[in-house]
């Protein structure tokens, strides 16, 4: 280890996180490689290794024996400041190795808050953060994730973005990588060839053009790039790569334990998630295949812990039987199995009472709307008696703690839908006082609300976030009427939400907000000690542009969005009919129900949806 | 079965992992190894391992003991399978059944390399050792309870002082593991209250060996 970085080491917090060198890292022999990719992670270490995408796409490629994928994530404040002062540029874990010596600079994009870290890191390791003032070929900053569905923000920083799932097409643009690197391209040529490759943006490749109003006149593909790109997806999801032999983090991450993953995609169809779109079709794994997986991951890591990952796990068909296999494996072993996202109406009591005999941890309901109305316009599809039989249930199952997540500021919504969050909130109290078995310790009831931002690629695509002080006034009245003390209310600020909703739908003109931002000292967003709200604006400010033209606007039906070139799979006219839906409080059944013919099965060659 | 020890090693990027780190890696690489450890009993179940004189993140040891539990019988490669499962810096070396009582131990062989990038003259190696080997070395250190004092002199013992590079000179020192526990890195503090201008530039602390009271070897 290098003697700057040793000396670091000894003043920075929680150091184990900056050494690499864990179990089952994948260390290569630089001299037999042919193209050395370093995975960035725009977030600190203990979120990253944490992040399922990201191992998935780094075991991928490391299965190549012409490609070394290392990790690279952000470093926390104060090692940024010790490193800055020591002039040591941001390293790839595994090697130690500068990120400017490598040839390929891969970030994943999973929330809009981390793109300031994107610049922070490119300019740790002193890569120039603009693609226009990369010359060379190499490093060449490719990004992906769920954010590169809608890349426009952060377009003058990369070079390429890979729209939709990477395990398909990230290895062709490694091939066309190494083919550039031997072959001897320019830059332009690279881009070029890259940008015929199916699921492939190239931003320089695009011009946008803007009306007198603000909004996009036209967005022109130069040089013979497509004018749309669909996005990849996994064709063979059943037996694509699972990574069962993973880095096993030497210190605490937030999710410290096996991570199965059931199937891709949503059958739901909530108006609000651009995860429940942009993700279709669905796509199963067996429960063969996956009992297989867990018991090699729960093998090879030693971890006590497994979790079963989807958009909405209880909508996994043989969820059962996989649980009755896991658990095979798991009681004996001490190994505890959990299931996150649990819907209201198809909960089961017997299934959860059986993954939990150990650590009886709190259940979650997320109903997302007060009134029946409002759930139905958003597409939620619970209805509150399935709500109140789950709470009776649990409440008779022994269960006395119950969070309930909410979201204030949905299109439609009333002071009506507000108080109704409080009268629900009630309903679930006295299911308790009348069913709980045991009452001697009391309910433990937690109403949460977050600020609903409309995204791109769902139905809401269209509509306005309320404004800053309306999202305040409608807390106040929610809080007016949660009264008892057995219900505690917890409420997201709206200062990020409403950075976030401005950036989700932001047009290439956001680029120069992000450096300004960044410029002014802006990193580490999505943490609460670092984000600033004030110098958020006064980068809006200084760049000229009004953050609520993005946030705060209702777009017509017709407006061309910044996001409009991206096809993943639905189509724009199904968002639209499902937004007039929403406005009649018109409930859509899920995709088993009947299939409503949204377009995701057309890029599905594969196979068939949900099947 | 009774309780047996593990003799190992923690150096190289090894040295950053807390106590905690390092008690999770080990549950984690024994569970790799297939060797089961014994569970406590109750509602929330953990195996039952536990490293002696928990060491400071940055330093390195090759004395480290672990005391833990087996159902079933030792297995005869349980070293190799272990050092298997082990990330980089954590080497197993022995394990035999746990005899003695960690309590017995009461002193620590530590090594510090201690730079200074200005270079080591002889004249700072004698003011080292003249302060080092002083009668009486009180500082003020911070208890659980606040500030207390501690005679660093009377639980402490230099034993070689040498210079290793034109920059780096070179420790052995005796320190009391136990009643008080004496952390090597104190030494620096001693020289931040009483003499500034001794601090190192960086210092590097590994430990060499565990003795009891006697000061014989202990296992």
Known sequence: MEQKLERILMKVQKPARYTGGEYNQVIKDKSKIDLRVAFCFPDVYEIGMSNLGMRILCGLLNQRDNIWCERVFAPWGDMEEEMRKAQLPLYALESGDPVAEFDVVAFTLGYEMAYTNVLNMLDLSGIPIHSAERKDCFPLVIAGGTCCYHPEPFASFVDICNLGEGEDVLPEIMELCIKAKNEGWDKARLLREAAGIEGVYVPGLYEPEYKPDGTMAAFRPVDGAPKKVTKRIVQNFRESYFPVDTVIPSTEIVHDRVVLELFRGCIRGCRFCQAGYVYRPVRPRSPEILAEQARQALKNSGYDEITLSSLSTSDYRPLNCLCDELLDYCDPRNISLSLPSLRADNFSIDLMERVQRVRRTGLTFAPEAGSQRLRDAINKNVREEDLLNSCRIAFEGGWNGLKLYFMLGLPTETDEDVIAIADLAYKVLNVWKKHAKNKSRGPRITVSTSFFVPKPLTPFQWEAQISMDEYRRRVALLREHLRSKSISYNWHDPETSFIEAALARGDRRMGAVLEEVWRRGARLDSWGEYFSYERWIEAFEACGVDPRFYANRERERDELFPWDFVDVGVRREYMWSEREASRRSQITPDCRKMCMGCGAARIYTGGDCDE | ?219
């Open chain 2, 1 to 219: 079965m009774s309780k047996q020890r593990l003799l190992f090693e923690k150096s190289g990027r090894a040295v950053y992992m807390s106590h905690l780190d390092l008690m999770r890696t080990m549950k984690r690489a024994f569970a790799r190894a297939d060797i089961l450890l014994r569970h406590s009993e109750g509602f929330n179940p953990h195996p039952l391992i536990s490293v002696a004189l928990p060491l400071s993140v940055g330093q390195e040891s090759v004395c480290e003991l672990m005391d833990f539990e087996l159902i079933g019988d030792m297995p005869a490669d349980l070293i190799s399978r272990l050092n298997a499962a082990l990330p980089e810096g954590i080497r197993a070396a022995e394990a035999y059944e746990a005899g003695r009582k960690i309590k017995e131990i009461k002193w620590i062989k530590a090594q510090c390399l201690m730079s200074y990038d200005g270079g080591c003259t002889p004249e700072l190696i004698e003011e080292i050792k003249g302060f080092l080997r002083a009668d009486s070395i009180v500082i003020r250190k911070k208890t659980k309870r606040g500030e207390g004092e501690l005679d660093l002199a009377a639980n402490m013992e230099l034993l070689e002082l040498e210079r290793q590079y034109s920059d780096t000179l070179r420790l052995e020192l005796l320190v009391s593991a136990a009643e008080p526990t004496v952390n090597p890195a104190l030494i620096v503090s001693a020289f931040e209250q009483l003499r500034p201008e001794l601090v190192p530039d960086f210092m590097k602390v590994r430990r060499l060996e565990l003795y009891d009271r006697e000061k014989k070897v202990f296992r």
